[in-house]
């Protein structure tokens, strides 16, 4: 058990590098629900912040909750207590307990997301994003004189850009000539006042994310030499191989059906489970999605041959018939295992900071 304070933005720091915000859905609240303190000593962990997850904060002496499900995905109006919401925020205020939300933004990654959490239960093997997302990668394109290439892109890999899959620093250099006349009151680094210049210079591209791309520029002028660098960045159609919705992996060794439906039953710990009928009688390709998937089926029909996820309807049953078997797992039971991805996050970061996983049952659905 750890027993050191980590910081507020030492720990948004940590989420943020695993779970940008930024690929958070539109409908989504993540971030901080109830923000009191700017360091924390002991965190517990949970999928749903409820009233009695506080009480359970409050008695393990927590002063922070990290929740998946946000407590509060609607503005309140008022404080009162007629409604859980209420209650859960009135107590955590009074006994001084922050609580911050991960949802979608976890469940659009990856590597240290929801999806990979199920995935590793089961035993999947070379897992990638069922649904890949697009409109999120940029290129930036850089103009550097020759002898200051290396310290331009090093300081653009150290600000997040150059990474493609499993590489890092990655870009692509080509030779030019820059010309450019310094006017009256410029400091150039290069080349006299009122006089045109050619320099010798390299263009160098990298991959950015989105939400990086200000930081990458900025940290590409602090270590430019110029007054001025010329750049440009341009938006891309590519997709993000490791941002995105669902994912799709191969089981070790293909499995028989009932065997496959008793491994998913005892992996994740079902009470029971709803299935359709039998397309294929070995299942090999496996594609999921904690909690509510069922946008992702078109997808999964595509790519596997059994698609888990939950809250899926009667008719979303029918669409799958004779096309993939089917297999509604429950939302809470497919996001179940979310408050260990938190742990894993944590302790990496932080190995001596204390971090509990709630052991309050926040499932409202009861099986008979």
Known sequence: MGNSSIRKKDFEQCIQ????????????????????????NKALLTLDCTEAVVEEARQQGCDLIVAHHPLLFKGLKRLTTTHYVERSIISAV???????ACHTNIDNVLHQGVNQEIARRLELEDCRI?????????????????????????AMFEAGAGHMGAYDSCSFRSEGQGFFRAL?????????????HKEAELRTEVLVEKH??????????????????AYDLYPLQNTHAERGSGLVGRLKEPMELPDFLHWVKQKLELK???????????????????????????????????FITGDLTYHQFFE?????????????????????????????????????????????????
């Open 17 to 40: 590098n695993v779970a940008p915000q930024a690929y958070q859905e539109s409908y989504d609240n993540t971030g901080w629900m109830v923000q009191l303190k700017e360091s924390f």
């Open 94 to 100: 009074q006994h001084g307990i922050s609580i911050y």
């Open 130 to 154: 069922l649904r890949p997302m697009r409109g999120v990668l940029y290129k930036l394109v850089v103009f550097v004189p020759q002898a200051h290439v290396e310290v331009v892109e090093k």
């Open 184 to 196: 009256k009151g410029a400091n150039p680094f290069v080349g006299e006042t009122g006089e045109r």
């Open 212 to 229: 990086l791309s200000r930081v990458v520029i900025q940290a590409a002028k602090d270590a430019h030499p110029y007054e001025e660098m």
């Open 272 to 306: 029971v489970l709803k299935y359709t009928d039998p397309v294929k009688a070995r299942i090999e390709k496996v594609a999921l999605c904690g909690g509510s998937g069922s946008f992702l089926l078109p997808d999964a029909m595509q790519h596997a041959d059994a």
């Open 320 to 368: 799958a018939l004779e096309n993939i078997l089917l297999i509604d797992a429950g939302h809470f039971e497919t996001e179940q295992f979310t408050p260990y991805v938190f742990k894993q996050v944590l302790s990496e970061k932080f190995p001596n900071f204390a971090a509990l996983i709630s052991q309050v049952q926040t499932n409202p659905v009861n099986y008979l």
